[in-house]
């Protein structure tokens, strides 16, 4: 299982954004083939796998379209087995999220409490507004981010942390080593990277 979840990501990080193509459709490349794909084609070719990650950098408004795209591709070809997972959520609005997609709760009240990131409306909105439509699964991906600064100001640490925030925890957390965790590690402490960091923190 492991294996197969890090083909997934592999997969995933082989496919890069190259831009818009005709009449603004997204063009995605194969890395390892150097061929152009459109995502109908991109979406064929994850059908196989379980879990396809999407990389964006959160401020640039393209590579949300495309992931639009991709998502609508990838709807066709899986249909009701498709859940979209979305790091800009915390796992602790998990039921504010699943209350707006069922309508139990207006956009407006959900948006005033869920704590969406400020480009929401622009980048994010179309993507959970397509799966709201299709009755498609959202998950809440990410630790709410209290938690996220204790863990950072207590030396990475889950010590005192109250046990009711527990079940908002990874039970595990696994990183191998390996290629991936040295490319990992390389990425996040080059000079040039984006969210360039301490090897402590890394």
Known sequence: MMNKFMKTIALSMAMLCLGA???????????QSGKNLTAAQLASKLQKYDVVFFGEFHDQSEIHQYELELLKAMYKAKGAKLALSMEMFE????????NFLADTLSEEDFLATS????????????????AKEKKMPVIAANVPRFLAAH??????TTAGIDAQYEKWLPKHTYAPEGAYKDKFYAQMSSPAAPMKMPPQRV
């Not at 193509?21 to 890395?31: L, Y």
């Not at 704590?115 to 397509?130: E, G, M, S």
């Open 115 to 130: 704590r969406p990131w400020p480009n929401y409306r622009t980048d994010y909105a179309p993507l959970v507004n397509f």
């Open 91 to 98: 796992v602790d609005n998990q039921s504010k999220l699943n």
């Open 151 to 156: 863990v950072a100001k207590n030396n990475g």
């Open 21 to 31: 193509g005709a009449a603004g459709a997204a063009q995605f490349s194969d890395a």
